[in-house]
Structure formats: C-alpha cells, structure tokens
C-alpha cells in the first residue's frame, strides 16, 4: 500500500508525463498565448497565480480569539505556500492546486479530509472534485469514508479511469485499486464536530446554525506555461442525510476550470451553487464576454479583447452577478477565481472567507475577513 507522500510523487510523475504531452500537443498554441501575453501585458503580467480558500460563512473578527484566527491563518499560509511553491519550480497547475489542498485536508481546522463534518449517522463521507482547464478532463468523487485525501483520489479518476464521477464503496474500491491505504473512520474523528452534530440534533438547530460557516477547501491556480486547474474538497453540510451530495464534487457547479476562461472553486451552501451552476457560469460568462467583444470590434478574439476585459474588471464583475444570484435564491458562500491573465480573485456573499493568494509579481497575502486584501486588485466587500 501506498502512502499520501508516494501518492503524491506517483501523481506528480503522471502529470509530468501528462505535461509533455500536453506540451507537444498544444506547442503551437501556448507559445502563441505566452508571446501574445507578454506584448500585451509586458514583463509585468504575472508568470503564475494560485487562490485557496479554506470556507466562507458568519464570520466576526468579534467572534474569534487573537490565537484562533493565527492558527487559521498559519494554516492558510501553509497552504497557500504549498501550491506556490509548486508553481515558482516551474511546476503544473494541477499539482499546485493538489499540494495547496492536501495539507487543509490533513488539518484538523478545515471541513475536507480529517476535519469533515459528520453526516446525521455520524459518519464522516467526502467529497472532491478536480479540473484541467488543458483539455477540461475531469475527476470527482462523493460519499468516500475510506480515503484520508480525497482531492488526489479525485485525480486518479480523472487519469486511471474512463470516467468523471465515482461515489461511495465503488469509489472506495477504485482507491484500493489505485494503491491507496485503507483510512479508519476514527482518523476523521474530531471531538469538535461531534459536538456539533450533537447540539443540531439535541436543539433541533440547520446545519448553518451550529457551524456559521462552510469550511470547504478549495484552490485553483495559472502555471508559467498558461495553463488552469481548480480542485475542490469537502465534508459537506454536519448532520447531512439521505445521501445528500453538496456542490463541491459536482463538476460545473464547485469546481470549473477551462484555459479559455478561468479556473473556479466554490465553497457555500452547496444546493444553490448546483442550482446556478456557479463555477461553469462564471467561466461561461468570461468566455462569453470575450467572443461578444472580439465579434463588435469585427476580428477574431486576440489579447487586446483580453486586455479590455482586465481593465473593465469584467473578472470581478462576473464573479459577484453570478454571487449575486446565488444570494438572490436564499443562499450564501464564495469563489476563488485566477485567469489566464494571472489575475486571482476572489467573491463571496458572506462576511468572511478563509482565503489567500500569491503571484509571481510577488503577491502573497491570506485573509479571513472581508476587506483584508492588501495587494489592491480584487479587494472584497466589507461587510
Ligand atoms: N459546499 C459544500 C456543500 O454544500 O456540501
């Protein structure tokens, strides 16, 4: 059996065989994106970008000790060092956004991996979805109680298997035959989340009454060579049942990447952000923006196009509509975005979102509440 660490080697070989690959199969075209995006942008457009977030929801800088919030923030930092460090070894999209997500999976403070909430039954079943923006090949999987990093299992259905989506024991047997250790339930139990499905069930309280947030931990990430990945992972919503499955394994919905647009990972009350499709829709929406543009101004879509909609902000514009419908329908969270400009941003409804971001220009910052962001592009509300 094999180890996360073996796991994670065995994964980074496959992608970088899957890189030269890719590279020889769209040679012509990213060298044409890369010479087009330095004479538009000049040296200063940013080589790679990574976001993370690790959940948004009711959250008060009133309501969280000076040691609490450090300890999220070390913990944001962690990650989002992971996956930037990925990236600036000249490393892929898709394994920059595996090594940002494994350590929120491996942390007690995230609900993904070893923090997971627990169903009505009192099990722990996850959920995780990843996306190539390169070829929009996908991976998911949903209802897993065997598998400590579910984000890397998510990926080795995208690469091992004809399929997208597995769920539960199929899924689990998948891992075992993919070399993945057997996980015992008690590794995911935390005596905080126990508390918690025991006080919504003793007080009759919603999920969002005993957890305020939604402790989702996504990341999504540009690479030097312009390519987008997003990746998503969860435990869900505490005392969720019927075999409920929230939006983050659902491909289009918590999780979107495509190299023509931008690269999305949603954390929220995952029945309205399956209801607006909010990953895909945003991307759809950028993509859109641009064909309409290249087509009024009478020529085939070029970096000017592009160029136009960084400095109309269209990025921001269409990540908070499309926030703004989730709200419209009664429900809340947020998104972390980049694009293929290198811009990485983020959107949420909710007064706080754990989340950080970091650039090749330099940018390196975490924040929890809205409002923190200090790079002064892609600021947050402040509620
Ligand atoms: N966004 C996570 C869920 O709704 O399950």
């Keep these: ?37 330095a004479d538009e942008h000049g040296e200063d457009a940013p080589r790679w970008s990574i976001a993370i977030h690790g959940g948004a929801g009711t959250l008060s800088p009133d309501n969280m000790t000076p040691e609490r919030r450090a300890e999220y923030e070390a913990a944001l930092q962690v990650a989002l060092d992971a996956g930037a460090q990925v990236l600036k070894n000249g490393g892929t999209a898709m394994e920059a956004v595996q090594a940002a997500i494994l350590p929120m999976e491996d942390s007690e403070l995230f609900n993904a991996g070893r923090g997971a909430v ?20 996908a991976g998911a999987v949903t209802g897993v109680t065997t598998v400590r990093n579910p984000i890397l299992l998510a990926d080795k259905v995208r690469t091992e298997s004809p399929h997208v989506f597995l769920m539960g024991e199929g899924a689990e047997q998948f891992a075992v035959k993919q070399g993945f250790d057997v996980t015992p339930p008690e590794y995911f139990y935390t005596q905080r989340r126990m508390e918690s499905l025991e006080r919504m069930k003793a007080e009759a309280l919603s999920s969002l009454d005993v957890d305020h947030k ?42 979107y990447a495509d190299n023509r ?3 999305v990972s949603a954390t929220g009350w995952g029945e309205y952000f399956i209801r607006v499709g909010v990953a895909q829709e945003i991307c759809t929406r950028l993509r859109m923006t641009l064909y309409r543009e290249a087509y009024a101004s009478g020529g085939d879509l070029n970096d000017q ?22 709200k419209e329908l009664g429900g809340d969270g947020g998104v972390i975005l980049v694009t293929p400009d290198g811009d ?3 959107s949420f409804n909710t007064t706080g979102m754990y989340r950080g971001r970091a650039t090749s220009d330099g940018v390196n910052e975490v924040a929890i509440f809205g409002g923190e962001e200090g790079s002064g592009t892609g600021n947050t509300p402040d509620h």
Excluded at 12 to 35: E, G, H, N, S
Excluded at 123 to 131: G, H, R, T
Excluded at 305 to 326: L, N, P, S, Y
């Design 214 to 255: 939604f402790g989702t931990v996504g990341a999504v990430a540009l690479d030097s060579q312009g390519n987008l990945a997003a990746g998503t992972s969860t435990g869900g919503m505490t005392g969720k049942r019927w075999g409920r499955i929230g939006d983050a394994p659902v491909i289009g919905a918590g999780t």
């Design 305 to 326: 196009h592009r160029a136009w909609m960084r400095e109309q902000g269209v990025v921001q514009k269409a990540a908070d509509a499309v926030m703004a419908e989730v």
């Design 344 to 346: 990485a941003l983020f």
């Design 1 to 37: 059996m094999m180890g996360a660490s073996g796991l994670v080697m065995q994964a980074m070989k496959t992608q970088i065989i899957a890189a030269l690959a890719a590279t020889f199969a769209f040679l012509a075209p990213v060298a044409a994106i890369a010479d087009n995006h």
């Design 261 to 263: 647009s931008c690269a």
């Design 118 to 137: 627990f169903t009505w039954e009192g099990e722990n079943e996850l959920d995780a979805s990843i996306m190539d923006g390169r070829d929009r090949s």
